[in-house]
């Protein structure tokens, strides 16, 4: 069964950094596309990060010079970077990928993160 497996969520400083991680397991196959979203209590999921097979990554405006996405995809794996986290930053964070072939779309169970002033 192929899933998401995330790890690097909990509390951190504001000010601090944290780096969270998602790794495909079950697949040998590279997902095409690799996100992280995030979302609070009564609000929609919203988009964090994006990065493709080909083309530049992309950010929220709210995260932008402050969050880096890469991926390993010998490990078929997405990291986020996260520093300068401040308050508005706390959420629950979802790792997506998109694979080309069928077509098929995973999220993960979700990592919380928290940050404290």
């Known amino acids: 069964q192929v899933q998401l497996v995330e790890s690097g969520g909990g509390l951190v400083q504001a000010g601090g950094s944290l780096r969270l991680s998602c790794a495909v397991s079950?697949?040998?196959?590279?997902?095409?596309?690799m996100a992280w979203y995030r979302q609070t209590p009564g609000n929609e999921r919203e988009l964090v990060a994006r990065v493709n097979s080909i083309g530049s990554p992309i950010y929220a405006d709210s995260v932008k010079g402050r969050f880096t996405i890469s991926r390993d995809s010998a490990k078929n794996t997405v990291y986020l970077q996260m520093n300068s986290v401040n308050s508005e930053d706390t959420a629950v964070y979802y790792c997506y990928a998109y694979f080309a072939t069928g077509s098929v779309e995973l999220w993960g169970q979700g990592t919380q993160v928290t940050v404290s002033s």
């Open positions: 079950g697949s040998v196959l590279s997902a095409y596309s």
